[in-house]
Each structure stands twice: as C-alpha cells, then as structure tokens.
C-alpha cells in the first residue's frame, strides 16, 4: 500500500477543508500543485492538475499499490479512481463511466490513457491471447486516433480536435473482450484553415516528414509541408511528426488495417493536400483550373476519372424542377468554397471510417449472455472542456452545449441521485442550493424555441438567409430568456457588437458568440458532384466512406440534417449511454496558459474551479455522507474493532451491530443510520477505522493461523490414533492367532510320540518373541521332564552325567559313548578281565573288600584299568578309581593294592583330545597332573570312556561340590604338569604299534595308538 500524505501536503481531500470557501479551495490546491500532489479527491471525483512534467508516478509498483484499495486506502490517484470504477463494474456487475473533463491542454486525453493503461494492467492475469489482442488493440487506437484527431494549437501541443468517448466490455472475469469508440464533433474546418501558431491535423505533418521516399513518390509529394496551403500555415512547428508516422504505421497494422487500407488512408492524404493547392482562375467567361497535373494527381490518388474530377471541380449538376438536369459552372469563389468543403468533408469521413474500422475490430464477437454471463462496461469519456476565447464561434457554441449537457447529467447523478438513497433510506436531506442549468440547456436545445431549432429553420429558409438575419430572429424569440442577450436586446453592452454577437449565460460563466459563418458552418453543404464523384471510385475503401454518393441527381433528396441538430442528437444519445451507468469524474485543471511546470496561475485556475462546479461539488458530499455501505459489509469489513462484534456478534440485527461499533469509536456525531445502510459522513471516520483495521489483521491473521494449525494438528493427531487403534487391533489379532495355532498344534502334544518335538512353532509375531522362547523353552523342559520321569532313579546318575559330558564337552568330541549304557565302575564289573581269570574271585574278594572300606564312605565316579606314566616316567598298566573323595592309583598285579591317593579337591579341570583316543588328563592344583589312557578290555575295544569319566566328574562337581569342573578338549596337543613341570602332550599312530602306549617326546610324551 502507497504511503498515505502527510498534512505538508494538504488536504488529499477538499472534504477536509475546514471551511468551504474559494481560498481555501484556491490555497489546498496551490500547496498540493507545487508539492507535486497533482491529485485530489473530492469524495469520489478526482481532480487533476496538469503537471507539465514528467511525474514518477504511472509504474507498476503505483499500479500494484491501487490495485483492489478502496478509496481512502492510498494517496488520490486516477488510479484510484479507475480502480474503484472497476470494482464496481466487477463486483456488482455495473456499468460504469469515468467522465474525464476539463478546458483545451488540461489534460483530459492523458489521463484517459493512464486509465486504460491501468485497466490493460490489472486485467488479465491469465495472458489469455484473445483478451491481450483485444488490450493491446485499445491501446493501439489511442495512437492512430491521436494522430488523425489532434493538432497543435495555440493552447495544447497535442489538442484532440474531437470527443472521444470509448466503451470497454468485460466478461464475468473482469477481462476485456472489446470495445467501442464514439466520435464527436471533428473539427474538420482545421482542414483548410488554421489560427496563427496553429497546425493542421497531425497526420498531415506525419506523412510529409515520416513517409517513405516511395511512399511520397507514389502519393506524388515533396517531403515539405511548407509546399501545401493546408499545412503551409504549421509547417515549421514539428511533433516528433516522423517517429509518430513510424508509430502510427505499426499501429495501424497491429489494429488490423490492410495494406490496402492503409495505401487508401495516405492517397486520400495526400489527395486533401493537393486539393488544396488547387487554384481556380477566371478565362472572362468560365472559371478554370490552374495545374492540370493536379487534377490529374488527385483523380490517379482518388481511383476517378480525371475528366469527371474537373467537372465536379468546376461545375455543379442542378436538377430542375422538369425533371431536367443541367451544370451550373461556379464561379471562382464557390469554385474555392467547394474544393474546402470537398477536403474538409474528405477527411471528415476518412477520420469516421478510421473510428470505424477499429471498431470492427474491438467489437465483441460470438457474444452469448446466456453462456459468457452478464457484458459489463467501462466507458471513458475525453471530451472537449467548457470554451472561451476572444472569437467564439459556432465550434464553441456547440461544445459549450455539449458541457451543459455534462453538467445537466452531473447533476442528475449526484445530486438527485444522492437526494434519492437518502429519501429511500430515510435519513434526513439536507437541501443543496445548486444551480440547475437545465434553464440552458433548454434555451439551446428546446424545439421550434432553442437556439438550434432557430438556426435549422434559416438553413431551411430559402432565399438570402443571412446570419444577421437568422441573429434577429434569435432575439425576436429568446429576448426574454434570462440567460440570452445581445446588443439589440442590451445596446448599453459595448462589449457585443450589434448584429455580430450574442450572449449565452451559461452555467460556467458568460460566452459572446459571433454570428457569423454560423448558418454556413450548420448547413455544411457539399455539392452532391463529389459524394457522387467519390461513390464512383474504383477505391473500395474510399468508395465505402461515400455511400450517399449513390442517389442520382433526380432523386428528390431531403435535405440531410445539419451539423447542429447531429451534434444535439449525438451528445443526447451519449448523455443516455452514461446515465444508465454509474459515474467517476476526472475533473481536470489547467494551471497556466504557456505550459509551465512550475507557473499557478491563480486567476485562471481560479475561473475554472468555478466552472467545474468543484466547490459545489465539495459542498454537496460534506453537506451528505462521504461514504455508505450496508450494514452486513460494514460490520463484515470492520468487526474486529469492537470486541461485541468480534468474532459474531450476539445482538439481534447488523445495524445494532454496526451500532455498537460506531459508539465504542465515539464515531456517533459522524453518522446516520438508513434503512439498510450506515452512512458516514467523514472519510476520517472511515479511515481511522480502516487503519485500525490493518493494525488488527496481522493479528487476525496470526490467530487465523493459530486455529488453523491447531485444527490441523487435531486432524492429524486423530487419524494418528485411528492409526493406532488399527495397529492395535490387527496386534491383537495377530497375538491371538499366534496363540491359536500354537495352541491347534501343540494340543495333542501329550499323546504324541515325540511330545510334539517334530511339531514345528509357528513364526511368531515380533510382540511374541520373547514369549515365544519363553514357551519354547518352557515346552522343552516339559518334555524333558516328559522324558525324565520315565527314567528308573538307579539310571538317574548315569542320565546326569551324560548330560553333563554334553555341555562339558560341546560337541567338540567326535565320539563320546552317550548311546551305550554307562557302568562307572568297570574294575567292580564282572565282565572285566584281563586274562586274569583266576584271580577273579580274589578280585572281587578284594573289591568287595575295599567297597567295605570305601563305600563305607563314598562313592565310586569311576573306575577303569588305565596305561599311565609312573613316578620315573615308564609307562604301566594300573587301575584308577575316583570316588566322591579321592582319586586312586591301583596296582592290579597286586591285588589292586592302592599306589597313591590323592583328594579329589585338588583336581582343577580336565584336558581329553577331540579325537577318538582314551587319554585324560586330570589337571591338579599341585601341578602334578594324572595323565592316563584308559583301557577298554578285550570285549569293548571301541568303547569310549572319556565321555564317561569327564561326565562322571563334571556331574559331581556341579551337582555335589556346587564348583564347575574346567574341560578342555584339546584338537593337537594338550598341556600337562609332571612334579611342576610341564609337558607337550601328543597323539600318534604308529602302525607297529599292538596296544595304546605313551613314550616319551622332546617336549613331553606321546600317546602312540595302534591303526586300526
Ligand atoms: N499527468 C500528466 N503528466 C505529465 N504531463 C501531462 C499530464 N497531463 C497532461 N500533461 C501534459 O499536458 C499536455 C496536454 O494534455 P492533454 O493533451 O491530455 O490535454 P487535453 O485536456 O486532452 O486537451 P485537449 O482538450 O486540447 O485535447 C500533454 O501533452 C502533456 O504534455
Ligand atoms: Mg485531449
């Protein structure tokens, strides 16, 4: 949003002003003109200074900052204005209009084109092709209309020579879809003849400076203006005149113009300036042309026959009254006449065709309300200001109509249509002294009574109709008219010259008006010799500007309307195209006459305040309410200003509502409640809320933010438990169908052979795990105690120990004797002999003896005849037995006769091979380790005892004396301590060898086994 002013500006609005009075007007507008504030508002209108400088203030970034605003949001711009017109038309789907007024050099014409550069601005935001086609076409047509309508004149460099008024039609998007261009009024007598220091026609100058050598060959003209009687009169000045041509050519083209079309344009031109040129002499007889190469020229250019082009040059076809057709030769005077009235009529319908054929183009095409919505319009209205020079003429007179009409219109909008709400909305109005100029516009518009009237009936009149004489004839009918005077009727007014000048009051101030060339100027007679001429063209192009060529002489013509009564029945047909829509003023100023940036000429701008009404206009908006609005978009677009209104409101209606609002402001002197709408009186009110309304909505927005994010957050965190619900269920479901299955295949594990060892688990979920080991495992000691208990408790000790050479030994044992029934104690055992069959008895004599003894106290864990290593290191047979207590070395050759006992405390681990040997070594804590092999008898000789006798040891350790027994199963060599030393251990086999049988080594000894 653009900065608002500071007060070192002024007031950006003359509502504001502390008192409305002419210098307080005159001062606001002053400060503002040299602080370069062009712009002011008065409520809605937009007045505008000329600046006569280049302002920074047409960008983009300005465009984006009105873009959507209201109003009051930014700095007075036309912007502003166009923005809110637009709005309007967009929002409501109203057409709307946006009259642009103001004197000669004001600065009608560019402001009208900042407006519809800013309309192509902000339209479109999609670059549909059709819609920028259609933009850049109305842009386009401001340059080709420039440059066939204006002129430099004393007053405007760049003076458009008639009134423009162009609708642009919008789609339900808002986008352009075509347009229409209304042209009013050509000063067509610019033409042939111009005041001092003024130009003809730009078009003209473009051509001679800017045309193509070929171009100007073949329109057979000299690159000089200065060569032409029609733009001798300017020739000097120059307006950039061959870039313009540049432009306009391109313009042309993007428009739509054909080269053919174009070529025509320049021919007719160019045939205008040698028309001019055309000198008529007197042979004593008949009157005759000078330079036939002309009329040649000009019949090549116009597509004629150069005889014809002579005849109608010279002669006019007369029908009398018989039916008979007869030429009349002129003379030279209307020879002269008829050749300006040829050129002037020339370029009259060329500049019409032109308007024409760019409205061909922009016209909306395939247009269906019922499918593209409702067509809305914008129109632009640049037409001519109020005039007033030394010489007013019939120019003058007819464009100080056309303003009365505006103001008539003006009038009609705000004011009545003001008085109208108020009455409809039953707020109380305030009554306005305002001058209504209806009074005027009647005194020129008024059947058989007006002005124009009296002025179509001496046209009509036949015989001598002078203008003096159409003059008395005014005074006769409108002496009593209080705003008509002239000499006749006040001979005491020295300032009017007898049967010369009249005198129009009109609403803008008084107009002397000279008769003269009046009745000439409202006739505008052409000689039918030329349309017919022109008609018969082989130019299509200028062929189709003549189609009134067409009748023949005999035809009983009725006299065409004259200029007058079309200029008053196009201004009323405009003035009904804009009172059906809904208005924006650009009321613009003129700050000096020599065009200084800098120069505020008090008097003359002063003058022009008053004849735009401006003070009357500030008068009526700060008398009514600057602003209404229906209470639901009041309190829509401001209820978070009041804490009852914010977020709803609880009160029973809007205009309570609105109510509250206006009071918690203490807003309640600056307004008036209507019926269905709250009227403000003040902008200040209105602003002061909007800006409350910006500081609130940063943290609107935040708190916006904060419920939105909360929601969304709540959204998400519902489906995250949903989510979790779900996987929780589907976890249950998995858990109890894991339970199931199990359950189904294990149910019958009891009668199962294998107590449901071969049954297979199902994979458990990843929740299951734990428990599945847990139930694993639990059903394994199940079944192992299925097992167990089947077990006799006389092979308890044998299970035990089996069960322990199984951990101790970890399957690093190849064989280990498990399958087989364990005996422990082999040297008890009847089947143990050794050839000693005879001393069997003795033997067990002798054991029994000894289990007297032994078992007494203990218990045997094993024993077995063993080959082992004596105290010198030879190697003998004995018998070892192992008890709970002690561990025994026997000599069987005496009577198993005990050779060493040692306490089974000192026995710290156990050594065996991998292998399929018998040797163990009991490692002790005295480092005098027993290393033996044990024998296996001649009955048994591939049983294995170690499994047995580790298990044996193992068991009782863990089991009885609570301490773990190490076991080491050497896969080469294991290491043994002999009386502390300690010795390398191997095992060999050696083919010679009968029997198991340890020899001493370089690092210990060798077990050195039989092959098998
Ligand atoms: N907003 C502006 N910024 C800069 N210069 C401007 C502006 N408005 C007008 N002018 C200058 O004033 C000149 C006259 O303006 P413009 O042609 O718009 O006047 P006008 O009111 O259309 O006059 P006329 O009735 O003669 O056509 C322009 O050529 C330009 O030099
Ligand atoms: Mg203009």
Known sequence: MAELEGLEFGKSDFVLLDEVTMEQFMDNLKLRFE??????????????????????????????????????????????VADAAY???????????????????????????????????????????????????LLKSNCVLEAFGNAKTNRNDN?????????????FNGDPTGGHINNYLLEKSRVVQQQDGERNFHSFYQVLRGGSDELLKSLYLQRDPAEYAYTSQGASAS???????????????????????????????????????????????????????????????????????????????????????????????????GRDAFAKALYERLFAWIVGRINSVIEVKDYNPALHGKNTVIGVLDIYGFEIFDNNSFEQFCINYCNEKLQQLFIELILRQEQDEYQREGITWQHIEYFNN???????????????????????????????????????????????????????DKTMEFNRDFRIRHYAGDVTYSVEGFLDKNKDPLFQDFKRLMYNSSDHVLKEMWPDGKMSIT?????????????????????????????????????????SPLLFDDGRCQHQVAYLGLLENVRVRRAGFAYRQPYARFLQRYKMTCEYTWPNHLMSTDQEAVEAIVNQHGFEDDVAYGHTKLFVRTPRTLFTLEQERAALIPILVLFLQKVWRGALARMRCRKIRAIYTIMAHYKCYKVKAHFWEVERRFANVRNMADYGKSVEWPTPPAALMQFHRITQHLHRRWWARQLIKNIPPSDMAEVRAKVAALSALSGERVDWGYSRAWERDYLANVSFSLGYSFRTLTLHIFTLIRHIKVYQYSQVLFSCSVRMLNWFNNTKDRALLITDKHIYRLEPKKHFKVQKRISLDTVVGVSVTSGSDQMVALHTASQDDILV?????????????????????????????????????????????MSGKPKSITVETKPSQTAADFKKSRTGFTLLLPHQ
């Open 933 to 977: 092999h044990l024998q296996r008898g001649q009955l048994n000789p591939n049983q294995d005892r170690v499994g047995e006798l580790v298990g044996s040891l193992t068991d009782h350790f863990t089991r009885v004396k609570n301490t773990p027994l190490p076991v080491k199963v050497c896969s080469t060599a294991f290491q043994v301590h």
């Open 239 to 337: 307006n950039n005149d061959s870039l313009c041509h540049k432009a306009v050519m391109a313009a042309l083209k993007v428009i739509g113009f054909t080269t053919e079309e174009i070529s025509s344009i320049y021919k007719i031109l160019s045939t205008i300036l040698h028309l001019g040129n055309l000198q008529f002499t007197s042979d004593g007889e008949h009157v005759v042309l000078v330079g036939e190469d002309t009329v040649k020229h000009i019949s090549e250019l116009t597509s004629t026959e150069p005889e014809n082009t002579r005849k109608a040059l010279l002669y006019r076809t007369v029908a009398t009254g018989g039916g008979e057709v007869i030429e009349k030769g002129h003379n030279e005077q209307e020879a002269s006449y």
């Open 159 to 171: 003076s458009s020579r008639f009134g423009k008024y162009m609708d642009i039609n919008f789609n």
């Open 555 to 595: 035809e009983v013509t009725k006299r065409p309307l004259t200029a007058a009564t079309l200029f008053k029945n196009s201004i009323i047909a405009l003035v009904d195209k804009l009172a059906c829509k809904e208005p924006y003023y650009v009321r613009c100023i003129k700050p000096n006459e020599v065009k």
């Open 35 to 80: 602080k370069g504030r062009i712009y002011t508002f008065i409520g809605e209108v937009v007045v505008s200074v000329n600046p006569y400088k280049h302002l920074d203030i047409y960008g983009k970034e300005v465009i984006e900052d009105y873009r959507g605003r209201e109003l009051y949001e930014n700095p007075p711009h036309l912007f502003a």
């Open 87 to 137: 709005k309007a038309m967009k929002r409501r789907a109203k057409d709307t209009c946006i009259v642009i007024s103001g004197e000669s050099g004001a600065g009608k014409t560019e402001a009208s084109k900042y407006i519809m550069q800013y309309i192509a601005a902000i339209t479109n935001p999609n670059q549909r092709a059709e819609v920028e086609s259609v933009k850049n076409v």
């Open 438 to 492: 209806q009074i005027i516009v009647d005194l020129v518009e008024q059947p058989h009574k007006g002005i124009i009237s009296i002025l179509d009936e001496a046209c009509l009149t036949a015989g001598k109709v002078t203008d003096t004489v159409c003059l008395d004839s005014m005074n006769k009918k409108l002496g009593q008219h209080p705003h008509y005077t002239s000499r006749k009727l006040c001979p005491g």
